[in-house]
């Protein structure tokens, strides 16, 4: 056996479903692609903005020679939430039968924040690798750092890139959580392998906002999975195509035809809370308590932008539903204490009325208070536009 598959062996016993290594050399072609994405405006509000350093392995550990690049299926179901299958059918839709539930994106389910067992992870391999090579540098990334995660994924080997620009792998399609290992070891290096979209373009086409500008190019300003983790008030034009979202999207990794052998995963690490499943309670939701928030979310992916954030998309949501079930919680949002759920709320109760799940006066007096007392100019720019638009809905006289 040698180092280089006793160090596989040993990521798999801990828990790694995928692992290949790539040299650390400088990602040139990909430094290209991220200066003319740059040029664009695509650039994510979530990632490395120096590029010079997300492109040079050399720059995250001097001296580094080999990474270590490891997935792990996440992939999730969407019967696991207590909603059912029965009552909501797989993904985001814009109505929906029985109690008022939100979506889930797969990626943040699990009830333990990948970010934090992946790294615990990824380090006990780098403790293993040191007790094989004395004096060995190491270093961990997951997801958060400046690693190209998916450059380093396929140039290890684990898969190959989609329109989507996601990573897609043999063994578990898209539905794979990312991290590296650095090391200044000079480990053999897979051959990346080849794969293609052909003339597929469903997950194009499958983006509610259009934000698959072309082949492998995000507009992060548009995608639905960027928005809903944004904080403060969200663009108004998007608010509907973002429907029951709670946290995130996977529109696009629904649609790809690689995605129908996903297998569910079976990590405990990555089982959802059962308190919330995949479908959340939009008025539980709405309404939960700092220390339900500590329960229900905060060790999960989806807590990291905080309990505003979520409950902020809770009411988008439930303005979506089109359900007159939501009109009561609106209300109380609308007298909520912060300006972004008090602005979201009476966009909400005119969606409502736009969809014809209440009348114009059962939001229309409200919305006349809440406009007296409000004191905040984008939550009062948001009510004077919900009032304008329920005169639009009133008949002529």
């Known amino acids: 056996m040698s180092l280089e598959a006793d160090l596989k062996a040993e990521a798999r016993r801990l828990g790694l479903d995928l692992?290949?290594?790539?040299?650390?050399?400088?990602?040139?072609?990909?430094?290209?692609?991220?200066r003319q994405r740059e040029a664009l405006g695509y650039r994510s509000p979530f990632e490395e903005r120096d590029i010079a350093l997300r492109v040079d392995p050399g720059l995250w550990l001097p001296g580094a020679r080999s990474i270590v690049a490891v997935g792990?299926?996440?992939?999730l179901p969407d019967d696991d939430g207590p909603a059912g299958p029965q009552e909501m059918p797989a993904g985001p839709q814009d109505t929906q039968p029985g109690p008022l539930r939100g979506w889930l994106s797969r990626y943040a389910r699990g009830a333990e924040d990948y970010h934090r067992f992946l790294h615990a992870r990824l380090e006990a391999l780098g403790r293993w690798l040191q007790q094989q090579v004395a004096g060995a540098a190491v270093q961990v990334h997951v997801d958060t750092g400046p690693p190209l995660d998916r450059a380093?994924?396929?140039?290890?080997?684990?898969?190959?890139?989609?329109?989507?620009?996601?990573?897609?792998?043999?063994?578990?399609a898209s539905w794979v959580f990312l991290g590296e290992l650095l090391t200044d070891v000079a480990l053999r290096p897979d051959r990346p392998v080849s794969g293609t979209c052909g003339r597929c373009?469903?997950?194009?086409?499958?983006?509610?906002?259009?934000?698959?500008?072309s082949p492998g190019v995000i507009d992060s300003a548009r995608c639905l999975s960027s928005l809903t983790q944004?904080?403060?008030?969200?663009?108004?034009?998007?608010?509907?195509?973002?429907?029951?979202?709670v946290f995130g999207c996977d529109?696009?990794?629904?649609?790809?035809?690689?995605?129908?052998?996903?297998?569910?995963t079976l990590d405990p690490g990555l089982q959802p809370n059962p308190e919330v499943g995949g479908l959340p309670n939009l008025v539980q939701l709405l309404h939960m308590t700092r220390g339900q928030f500590q329960r229900w979310f905060a060790r999960?992916?989806?807590?990291?932008?905080g309990k505003t954030v979520l409950q902020r998309n809770a009411v988008v949501a439930l303005g979506n539903t089109g359900d007159p079930a939501a009109l009561p919680h609106l209300l109380a949002a609308l007298a909520d204490s912060r300006p972004v759920m008090r602005g979201h709320a009476a966009w909400a109760l005119a969606e409502l009325v736009r969809r014809g799940a209440v009348r114009p006066d059962e939001a229309e007096a409200p919305l006349q208070r809440a406009l007296v007392v409000e004191d905040d100019p984008q939550a009062r720019d948001e009510i004077a536009l919900a009032l304008e638009e329920l005169h639009e809905k009133r008949p002529s006289p």
């Open 230 to 245: 944004l904080k403060g008030f969200l663009p108004r034009e998007y608010r509907r195509a973002l429907g029951l979202r």
């Open 201 to 213: 373009e469903r997950c194009l086409i499958a983006c509610p906002t259009g934000a698959i500008v």
């Open 251 to 264: 529109d696009c990794l629904d649609a790809c035809p690689h995605n129908v052998r996903a297998k569910p």
């Open 152 to 172: 380093v994924a396929v140039r290890a080997g684990l898969g190959w890139y989609g329109k989507h620009a996601q990573l897609i792998t043999r063994e578990f």
């Open 72 to 75: 792990l299926n996440y992939y």
């Open 300 to 305: 999960g992916a989806a807590g990291w932008r």
């Open 19 to 34: 692992v290949g290594i790539a040299p650390a050399e400088p990602f040139l072609e990909e430094e290209a692609v991220l």
